[in-house]
């Protein structure tokens, strides 16, 4: 069950933090991409959990997703107080302003 991957990405093994980082990037449901979005932004959980939550959104192709608006989450994540999120949030932000420009009717 994908909740139960994203239970395991504050794993204390290594090794299955990693697996369940990989199998929720080939997962695409609506449920545990919400859930992992949520994460992401959750300044009550561990930085770990939230990175490797980010980890997992990154490996997919997030910025066609229709889970949610992406130029304003990322726009969220630049705005984190955790370094490697904010660098994410502003490497995501450039990619899809990148995206639009190159868009018809631009």
Not at 65 to 71: F, K, P, V
Not at 96 to 100: F, K, M, S, T
């Given at each position: 069950h994908d909740l139960d991957l994203v239970k395991l990405l504050s794993h204390g093994?290594?090794?299955?933090r990693e697996m369940a980082?990989?199998?929720l990037q080939e997962r695409t449901g609506l449920e545990t991409t919400r859930r992992l979005l949520d994460l992401v932004l959750d300044g009550d959980m561990p930085m770990e959990l939230r990175r490797?939550?980010?980890?997992?959104l990154v490996g997919r192709d997030l910025l066609d997703?229709?889970?949610?608006?992406?130029?304003s989450y990322a726009a969220q994540l630049a705005e984190a107080a955790d370094p490697t999120i904010r660098a994410w949030g502003i490497r995501l932000l450039t990619t899809?302003?990148?995206?639009?420009l190159r868009?018809?009717?631009s």
């Open positions: 093994n290594g090794y299955l980082v990989r199998l490797n939550a980010l980890f997992a997703m229709e889970a949610w608006d992406s130029l899809q302003g990148l995206r639009e868009r018809p009717g």
